[in-house]
């Protein structure tokens, strides 16, 4: 009776691995649009100030006024999860504090996955670039316990999304032609609003669950037949 409980119990944790697998599913896109009614009604960020994709505060507080909010010329496309994009992969020219840019992860692939309706991120690798002759590079990945992101069903396979994070200038601004550190803005925050929509990867089918499930079982009964002999 030892040996046949051990084997049910290995079945069922097999059930329980396959629903928790099931239940987290990982994002394979997340589009970034214009703050209008991308996000399907989950309302618009007061950290973005009213501008597009975000805003800048200077090292003493001060806000910029408009436009230093960074938006696009309106050509976006995704960023793609567990890949890295390289700046007008991403958007196409975006303006910030009325210089022209681009973002990329060129610094690591981003990740995430959406569990019990929270959707989890990993930006680490997010990166703003100046295009000439400015030619700064600019760290905008979220500071711990900045960021705050909502998400709402559309089908089995898509979210609307919002997040929202800061991120405050640290010896991590880059003069891209000299590939030297800027030290001069240290101190002064990116604030950051992202919304749009978000696509979980594939998962596999009723019949890969079935498999892996009947597998776990055959190797149960393998264990038992094995101990019993001895």
Same mark, same amino acid.
């Given at each position: ?10 079945? +069922? ?5 396959? /629903?928790?697998? *099931?239940?987290? *599913?990982?994002? !394979? ?6 703050? %209008?009614? *991308?996000?399907?009604? #989950?309302?618009?960020?007061? #950290? ?6 975000? =805003? ?15 938006? /696009?010329?309106?050509?976006?496309? %995704? ?5 890295? !994009? ?20 060129? =610094? ?13 991120? =990993? ?23 900045? #960021? ?26 880059? $003069? ?9 803005? $240290? ?18 089918? +009723?019949?890969?669950? *079935?498999? @892996?499930? %009947? ?6 009964? @393998? ?8």
């Amino acid at each position: 009776m030892k040996h046949i409980t051990k084997t049910l119990a290995g079945i +069922a944790l097999g059930c329980c691995m396959a /629903s928790s697998v *099931a239940q987290a *599913a990982s994002i !394979q896109s997340l589009t970034i649009e214009e703050i %209008s009614t *991308a996000s399907g009604g #989950l309302g618009t960020s007061a #950290l973005a100030g009213g501008g597009g994709w975000g =805003n800048w505060q200077d090292q003493f507080g001060n806000t910029t006024a408009a436009p230093a909010y960074f938006t /696009s010329n309106g050509i976006d496309s %995704s960023i793609k999860m567990g890949s890295t !994009q390289a700046s007008g992969s991403i958007s196409q020219t975006i303006v910030w504090s009325g210089k022209l840019g681009n973002i990329n992860t060129l =610094n690591g692939a981003p990740s995430g996955s959406i569990s019990g309706g929270v959707m989890n991120l =990993n930006f680490a690798g997010l990166v703003t670039e100046y295009f000439a002759p400015t030619n700064l590079a600019f760290n905008i990945s979220p500071d711990s316990g900045s #960021l705050i992101t909502h998400v709402a069903i559309i089908d089995a396979s898509r979210y609307y999304y919002t997040a929202d994070w800061t991120h405050v200038a640290n010896n991590d601004v880059i $003069n891209t032609s000299s590939n030297t550190i800027h030290s001069g803005f $240290n101190g002064s925050t990116s604030i950051i609003h992202f919304e749009g929509i978000a696509t979980l990867a594939p998962v596999p089918e +009723a019949e890969t669950y *079935a498999m @892996m499930l %009947s597998g776990l079982g055959l190797v149960g009964l @393998m264990a038992y037949r094995r101990r019993k002999l001895i």
